[in-house]
């Protein structure tokens, strides 16, 4: 990029002006937080008593603490399940919506609604979908003459709650995999299939492959927002006292600096989900380099 | 079989397939509709329509010991000032990195977007200490000054539409002698506009939905957003409670973001493609 419009005299000034809010924002908003948060994370604060050094104990703690490792299990298991969840089912919705069958904008419309509205709204009728005695889908399972399923109880929660977050999040990624798919040339498919390829294979040999950049993107938002899930699992499966049936990460961290007031270990666990997810980028860049196919 | 013939029938497992599937998605929202018009004595009905219909639960939402008005107005301005904030100043960066040549542009553009790795949580603990320190907690300030200082996202989006706005014309206003400031404003701002739509769009949902951070920031009933408002509502209802009342609570918080949706649509899905596909 040579070509650039070059600001003269006063004009240096504005431009500065423009970026100001810009400047503000990275330099307190982020570097600020960054550095902040670092430096809470070795200290012992309740906000209440003045703050001392805890030295690394905030950091052995998360390797020590039941209640945080169970935390990291947690998003761990929540990331395994959601990500391939929401990557797959949109894309397999994508590829149907992509055939040029007539109502499609019907369609698109029914299957991005929940990705327009806010998660506590729609989590309150999931509680009533869910409910173990009074709940729609149980219900429904009596009626097929199976057993009632208690589906917010710890050994089914983190269940119920992925399948909520995939159902919240099939809108965008089908979007994205549509902008991707109507990418495709269809004379690919048009050669394909005069060579006499099957769907089948004109699916994993031509479609699979040009849609990877998608495919990647859409992995990596998907693993962004698995870290951050917290609405649903917040009004799902939330107990007494802040606690919850599927406690993970971003929920510990709340609940560890807004109920017990301990802002030291909460900021170690931000900056251990901050290392987490950055690893896991660095794994997905990694892939990209190899496995995505860009024309 | 012929390839007319196995054409049909794959578009006919198709339909039928994303009948199904639109099934579950509009399934909820069907629920919640019904279930708000019914008696509170029907809330676990299994019927889609009301055995009898009744306002009452609207008429309950809007009575003074909810105050549901007034976490709708909450969240209505907060919501609006996050938006016009974000709109102006991630517009302001924009410009200047797609258009203005100047040292250290590109590190400073490499530098915003590296922010977008860092988790909400960590800058959250430290906005939230500084904000006490300032007695602005229970107010709506932390809300929505920080979305004066510009975002990485949003800036990243307009700088990709402002990219391909012609060149000639920047050319054509400098002979004119327009300054920096009026070709942004006169003209960026208004070629904009289609980015700058789908920015308002998903700022104002995302600020509409948010719930971390009012649960932070204004954490008791009923000063608040309707977000928090009806998580606090929900955790009444262990004690009993009505949730025929509890829809009509969501219903109404669910409606402003429909009508944009289905005002809007084409802004909302050609934003979501915007910034999926030019990386």
Known sequence: ?295 | MTHQNQKSILDLVSYALLLLGAVLMVGPFLWMLSTSFKLPSDQFSKTLIPPTFTLDNFRELFSVNINFLLLFWNSAYISILITVGQLLTCAMAAFCFAVVKFKGRDTLFTALLLTLLIPPQVTLIPDFIIFKYLRLIGTSVPLWLPAFWGGAFGTFLLRQYFLTIPRDLVDAARVDGASLVQIFWKIYMPLGKPALAALAIFTFQGAWNDLLHPLVYMPSVPNTTLTVGLAFFQQQMTHGGKFTVLMAGALISILPLLIVFFFAQKQFIEGIALSGVKR
């Open chain 1, 1 to 295: 990029m040579e070509y650039g419009l070059k600001p003269l005299g006063r004009e240096r000034f504005w431009l500065w002006a423009l970026l100001t809010p810009t400047f503000i924002g990275l330099i307190f908003g982020a570097l600020g937080s960054v550095i902040a948060t670092v430096v809470l994370s070795f200290a012992k604060w309740d906000l209440l008593t003045p703050p001392s050094w805890a030295g690394v104990s905030n950091y052995v703690e998360l390797f020590k603490d039941e209640k945080i490792l169970l935390s990291l299990t947690n998003t761990i298991k929540f990331t395994a399940m959601y990500v391939p969840g929401v990557v797959i089912i949109s894309l397999f919705v994508a590829v149907l919506m992509n055939r040029r069958i007539r109502g499609v904008g019907l369609f698109r419309t029914a299957y991005f609604l929940p990705a327009v509205t806010s998660a506590v709204a729609t989590a309150l009728v999931w509680n009533m979908i869910y409910g173990r005695d009074t709940g729609i889908l149980n219900f429904i399972l009596e009626r097929l003459g199976l057993q009632p399923v208690c589906w917010l109880c710890t050994e089914n929660a983190m269940y119920a709650v992925v399948i909520v977050n995939i159902w919240g999040a099939i809108g965008e990624g089908m979007i994205i995999f549509l902008a991707g798919l109507t990418a495709i040339p269809r004379e690919y498919y048009e050669a394909a299939e005069m060579d006499g390829a099957s769907g089948f294979h004109q699916f994993f040999r031509i479609t699979v492959p040009l849609v990877t950049p998608s495919i990647f993107f859409q992995t990596l938002i998907s693993t962004i927002n698995a870290f951050q899930a917290y609405d649903y699992i917040y009004m799902l499966t939330r107990r007494g006292q802040g606690d919850s049936s599927v406690p993970v990460v971003v929920f510990s961290i709340y609940r560890n600096a807004w109920n017990f007031f301990n802002y030291g270990g909460a900021s170690a666990q931000a900056i251990e989900l901050t290392v987490l997810v950055a690893l896991l980028m660095a794994f997905y860049f990694w892939l990209e380099r190899r496995y995505v196919v860009y024309e």
